[in-house]
């Protein structure tokens, strides 16, 4: 009858060769714990997408934040295309940042995302850098108030207009 014989780590390499595999199993465990994760919130305004965005644990994103001036908000349709493309800009540059790093951050981004089109830059941005992305609707079940006094009729257009791929 043959006994197995436990080989422990320690009998077969030296203190140095043992640290180095230490090191390198501790390394692939912190990229397992810290994923790359691309949440975009998606809902009409009022839903509470900023809110739940700054609930969780991340770095927040929007194109809101590009209409704040002096902690104020003064949105200007004219620029609309200019607000999201900083936006989609800011997410790339976190994504390229934390690219050499080891430990990564989780990026929140919370637009009203109506389309698919509107989110396709981002999850081609996410496959380049090796994000997974999760795509949220958030609804105004909560009868949450559109705080940027956006007129009832784009409400309602955007409602209409607003693509889901279940």
């Not at 003064?74 to 900083?86: I, M, P, Q, V, Y």
């Not at 800011?90 to 790093?101: A, D, H, L, Q």
Request: with cysteine.
């Amino acid at each position: 009858m043959e006994t197995k014989q436990e080989i422990k780590l320690e009998d077969v390499f030296n203190d140095e060769k043992r640290q180095a595999i230490k090191e390198f199993i501790d390394k692939q465990e912190i990229k397992h714990m810290i994923p790359k994760e691309l949440f975009l919130l998606r809902g009409l305004p009022g839903s509470g997408k900023s809110t739940l965005a700054k609930s969780l644990d991340g770095i927040h994103i929007e194109a809101d934040q590009f209409f704040m001036v002096g902690g104020e908000y003064k949105f200007d349709g004219l620029k609309l295309r200019e607000a999201h493309n900083s936006c989609l800009t800011r997410v790339k540059s976190y994504m390229y940042i934390f690219s050499g790093n080891e430990k990564s951050e989780r990026i929140i981004v919370s637009n009203t995302f109506t389309q698919e089109w509107e989110m396709k830059p981002y999850y081609d941005i996410a496959n380049e850098y090796g994000y997974r992305v999760y795509s949220l609707i958030v609804e105004n079940r909560h009868g949450g108030v559109n705080e940027h006094g956006v007129p009832a009729e784009k409400l309602e257009q955007m409602k209409n207009r607003f693509n889901i791929k279940l």
